[in-house]
């Protein structure tokens, strides 16, 4: 079965400070990736996502993924991250492995936060 | 488009009594799934519904759990009987075939006492 890796659960950051947040997935053939983002009290919402073409691909609020098909990781970086980035961080696969349909195998989620 | 609408958003509730949430998927979308969010267990998968078929519930923790989708526009996930174990964040999420992105509501927060 498909498995995904989240290696940091917590994180804490000073503001400006950059962030990378590791995710490894277990299957090497053509996957979809994600990453979602719950904030404090809310629900998940999607940061950004790779089907395919470019490998570095960019999300909202200036958050960027890169996929490295060699490594099995899909990493989110944030070149200088701000007070209201804290939240919880969600990596998620889709691929042969996953069970099919739709249905998406979640990392146990990395909680950042960032101080003043 | 509202989103995935779910109700009640908060839920408290008796050990022992029955308890039905509620969710409205975006329309148009084909797969509907409903997941758990705990501190100790994070988030986890119940069950799933393509077209409205359950097609994969090996996540419902227990026979107390049960989940219905009678028609494209509605789904029910109903606990009975509750237990305190039973508290947790349940979120909806729906998603179009081909797409694989899943787009959650609100949530609804169950606290069994």
């Known amino acids: 079965a498909q498995s995904v890796s989240q290696h940091n659960h917590h994180v804490i950051l000073s503001e400006a400070a950059s962030l990378e947040l590791g995710c490894n997935y277990s299957?090497?053939?053509?996957?979809?990736l994600f990453w979602y983002v719950q904030y404090p009290g809310q629900h998940l919402q999607l940061l950004l996502k790779y089907f395919s073409g470019d490998p570095l691909v960019k999300g909202i609020k200036g958050f960027e993924a890169e996929f490295i098909k060699s490594k099995f990781s899909f990493n989110l970086r944030k070149p200088s991250v701000q007070w209201s980035d804290t939240a919880e961080y969600f990596c998620a696969v889709n691929g042969p492995l996953t069970g099919g349909g739709n249905k998406l195998t979640f990392g146990t989620g990395t909680q950042l936060k960032v101080e003043l | 488009d509202a989103g995935v609408i779910q109700s009640p958003r908060h839920e408290v509730t008796e050990m022992g009594q029955e308890v039905t949430l509620r969710c409205k998927p975006i329309?148009?979308?084909?797969?509907l799934f409903w997941y758990r969010q705990t501190m100790m267990r994070g988030l986890e998968l119940l069950i799933y519904f393509n077209n409205n078929v359950p097609i994969d519930d090996s996540g419902m923790p227990e026979d107390r759990f049960s989940a219905k989708m009678p028609n494209a526009s509605f789904s029910t996930l109903k606990i009975q009987p509750s237990e305190p174990r039973d508290s947790a964040v349940y979120f909806c999420a729906s998603s179009l075939v081909g797409s694989d992105e899943q787009y959650f509501g609100p949530g609804t927060r169950l606290t069994v006492t």
């Open positions: 299957y090497g053939g053509t996957v979809n």
């Open positions: 329309s148009g979308h084909d797969y």
